[in-house]
Structure formats: C-alpha cells, structure tokens
C-alpha cells in the first residue's frame, strides 16, 4: 500500500504531507518498506507466484 492514500489518526492529514511527527514517522516507515516487491499489488505478487510454481512444474516433468 502506498502512503499517498493514507489519512493520519493524529491530525486527520494525508500522511503523504508530513504535518505531524506521526505523518512523517509512517511516511519514513512506508518508504524503507518498498523494496523490490514493494510496488507490486497482491494480484501480482500471487500471479507471479502461480507462474513460477508452473514453470518449476514443467521442468521436474521434463526431468522425469
């Protein structure tokens, strides 16, 4: 989830504006959290997944 979206608790703020230490706190958190998979929604990530175990499926078949 991206930060842009979220409404802070503290002062009912974006949190991507930064207006209160706890928006910037989060802000700083969420950003450390992207890493290389830190962009890809569920549906991806799970599509993604679904293929590798696929690919990893034909190859044991071939294998065999």
Do not use: K
Request: charged share 10%; hydrophobic share 50%.
């Amino acid at each position: 989830m991206t930060y842009d979206r979220l409404v802070c608790a503290n002062c009912a703020a974006p949190v991507s504006q930064g207006r209160c230490p706890v928006c910037r706190a989060n802000r700083e958190r969420l950003q450390q959290q992207e890493g290389p998979f830190g962009g890809l929604n569920p549906l991806a990530l799970i599509v993604l997944l679904v293929v590798l175990v696929a690919a990893l499926a034909l190859v044991a078949q071939q294998t065999a």
